[in-house]
Each structure stands twice: as C-alpha cells, then as structure tokens.
T-cell receptor
C-alpha cells in the first residue's frame, strides 16, 4: 500500500538554526498538510497546500515557517530560526481528494 | 471556528470488555466529516473510523463503531471486545467536506487495556 514518508525521523538542532523537514507524498495525491504535536498535547494544524500554493494556514504558521514543493515530489516545511517551543512532532499528511488524510510517521524535532 | 472536545483524558477497560470514548464538536457547517484516529506509542496516526455527516447510519469497522448524534454534535467511539493492542491515545477529529479540509483534533483520550 502506498505510504507517506518523512525524513529525518529525528532532528536535533540548536535554537536559532534553520531546519527543513521533508515529506514524500503519495504520488497521485493533490492536497498536502503539515500538523504539529507538542509532546502530550493534541495534534494542531499548521498549513495546507494545494496546486502549488498555500490554501489555508493557522495562527501558528507565522513568518518563521514556509512550505514548498521544490521538485514536484518532495513537500517541505522550513523553520527559519527555531525556538525552544518549536520542539514537537511534525506530521505530514496527504489527501487524494476524498476524505482520508494519510499521515506520515512524523519527524521529531528537538530544539536545544 | 470549529472545535472538538474530548472530556475524558484517560479511560481504562478490561480486556474483552466494551468501552466508549466521548467526543463533542462545534460547527456551523451542515456537511462535514468526523474521524477517530489511534496513536500508539510509535506516535503514528492511524485512521480507525470515519463518519460523513450527511449519513444517518452510524459507521462500523469490525470491533469499532460510532454513535453519531448530529443534533447534539456528539460522536462517540465504541470499542467492543477490547484487545491489548487497542491501548493507545485516541483522537477525535473534524474536517469540512470541501475547501482545505484541514483536520481539527480534540485533546485525546488515553486508553489503557487491563489484562
């Protein structure tokens, strides 16, 4: 069965550094999402992406965050200058056009 | 804005028994989806069951079923014949039927299965 993959599985970075989290969506999916889950808390929506542009973003998704699909396959989330509070699990999800979002295994980001 | 509330932070059940997890939501939309996701210790998000709001019939998937009360905006999950592998965090989630279809999650319920 096709699956969403994410790399790296765990990223440790120092405060103020830039990080790029990568996702490879399922090939025929059209909608892409990033979600965040701080340890012990609920999963929160960050941004949705369709037709090469952001379709919706949350208040969490400020100027420090950006997304792109640089090569037609990867879907990336960049955090320009990480803060301690950015430490979380980041999930990529993709949607073909129906209802089911397929989640990747997540990237655990630790900011020290 | 849509909100999802899970009022039970933790639940426990004896193996082979039945347990019900509660969820309420708030929306002004008439057409939407509701979901239950399971998150085991690996933290992978696994879709358990979904319900379309326009369908009156409650969804079922093997041992998992829902009680969808649209007027009350309630969406509970019933797990029958609980198994040790059912132990996980369970998240209730909502999405609109069109548009960006972002998922709005509840706070989660940690389910423990007692052998």
């Amino acid at each position: 069965e096709p699956e969403v993959t994410q790399t790296p599985s765990h990223q440790v970075t120092q405060m103020g550094q830039e990080v790029i989290l990568r996702c490879v969506p399922i090939s025929n999916h059209l909608y892409f999402y990033w979600y965040r889950q701080i340890l012990g808390q609920k999963v929160e929506f960050l941004v949705s992406f369709y037709n090469n542009e952001i379709s919706e973003k949350s208040e969490i998704f400020d100027d420090q965050f950006s997304v792109e699909r640089p090569d037609g396959s990867n879907f990336t989330l960049k955090i320009r200058s990480t803060k301690l509070e950015d430490s979380a699990m980041y999930f990529c999800a993709t949607l073909a056009g129906g209802y089911e979002q397929y989640f990747g295994p997540g990237t655990r980001l630790t900011v020290t | 804005a849509q909100t999802v509330t899970q009022s039970q932070p933790e639940m426990s059940v004896q193996e082979a028994e039945t347990v019900t997890l509660s969820c309420t939501y708030d929306t002004s939309e008439s057409d939407y989806y509701l979901f239950w996701y399971k998150q085991p210790p690996s933290r992978q998000m696994i879709l358990v069951i979904r319900q379309e709001a326009y369908k009156q019939q409650n969804a079922t998937e093997n041992r998992f079923s829902v009680n969808f009360q649209k007027a009350a905006k309630s969406f509970s999950l019933k797990i029958s014949d609980s198994q040790l592998g059912d132990a996980a965090m369970y998240f209730c989630a909502y999405s609109t039927r069109g548009g960006a279809q972002k998922l709005v999650f509840g706070q989660g319920t940690r389910l423990t299965i007692n052998p």
